[in-house]
């Protein structure tokens, strides 16, 4: 998809970091936006700051919730008659040993994580496919879904699911003559607010934190302080689809690891 101007584009999670930065550079790039989030002030925010180059419309939106998916859907074809972006970038982290999380956790974790990226594909992708035009759909995966860590079981089980919802969606069109294309896109650590997802738990998904889960978190922000900025995992997303790419690494030395990783496995040890 070598043109993006004068198209729409879709990003959840918009109201900081990474759904930030890639409205931002859609922004830029002559896009009109339609922008959601469950941070009514983060959202605001971001929609002013992109506001000065180009349209933008937002709407709350919780991606766990099918239905909620479903009336932004259709908002965007009803008042912009297009969508020709769709960035399913929405993204919640937890971490713990596995055994610690309970089911109030996981229904979280993968409800935004996992549930949040199929909505939008149910909601979405057959809309995009009528349009018959091209298209591309980037979802958020994280290298979590790559790779496992101690401490971070419940974050990757989603980030998992969420690779394998991008490449089947990926497969899907390629087998059925779609104009779509679709990106993985894997970021390590980028300095966001991830660590901070509590901010963002449902009030009705109470949780006690519990030792691990509180030195998981903690690692995880050291990590996201040293991260690369926000902005580049934007400018890398838009070469993707522009080059149509599938799988992408925000570090080249990923590539590495996940060879290593897969010779691991292919001896049936489990990797480090």
């Known amino acids: 998809m070598r043109e993006l101007s004068g198209k729409v584009a879709v990003v959840t999670g918009a109201a900081s970091g990474i759904g930030r930065a890639l409205a931002l550079r859609f922004a830029a790039e002559g896009m009109t936006l339609m922008l959601a989030d469950v941070d009514h002030g983060g959202l605001a925010r971001t929609a002013a700051l992109a506001g000065r ?31 020709h972006v769709l960035c399913n970038n929405a993204g919640v982290f937890q971490g713990g040993h596995m055994w610690t999380r309970g089911e109030e956790d996981f229904a979280w974790l993968l409800g935004v994580n996992v549930w949040g990226v199929l909505h939008g594909i149910r909601e979405f992708v057959p809309r995009m496919i009528a349009q018959d035009t091209e ?112 799988l992408l690494l925000t570090d080249p030395r990923y590539a590495d690891r996940l060879r290593a990783q897969t010779e691991t496995l292919l001896t049936g040890d489990v990797p480090p």
Do not use: M
Request: net charge neutral; aromatic share 4%.
């Open 53 to 83: 180059e180009t349209r933008v419309l937002t709407q709350i939106t919780d991606v766990s919730d099918a239905w909620a998916v479903r009336h932004l859907a259709n908002r965007c074809f009803g008042e912009l008659r297009a969508v």
């Open 135 to 246: 298209g591309h759909i980037v979802n958020t995966v994280s290298v979590a879904g790559l790779f496992t860590s101690p401490g971070t079981g419940g974050y990757a089980v989603g980030k998992h699911a969420a690779l394998a919802a991008s490449l089947s969606l990926a497969q899907d069109l390629a087998a059925t003559g779609s104009r779509l294309r679709v990106t993985a896109l894997c970021p390590g650590a980028v300095r966001t607010r991830i660590a901070e997802s509590d901010r963002s738990r449902p009030a009705g998904l109470p949780a006690t934190p519990t030792p691990d889960e509180v030195d998981s978190r903690e690692r995880a922000g050291r990590a996201a302080e040293r991260g690369i900025e926000p902005s580049e995992v934007a400018d890398l997303a838009v070469k993707a689809i522009h080059e149509e790419r599938f």
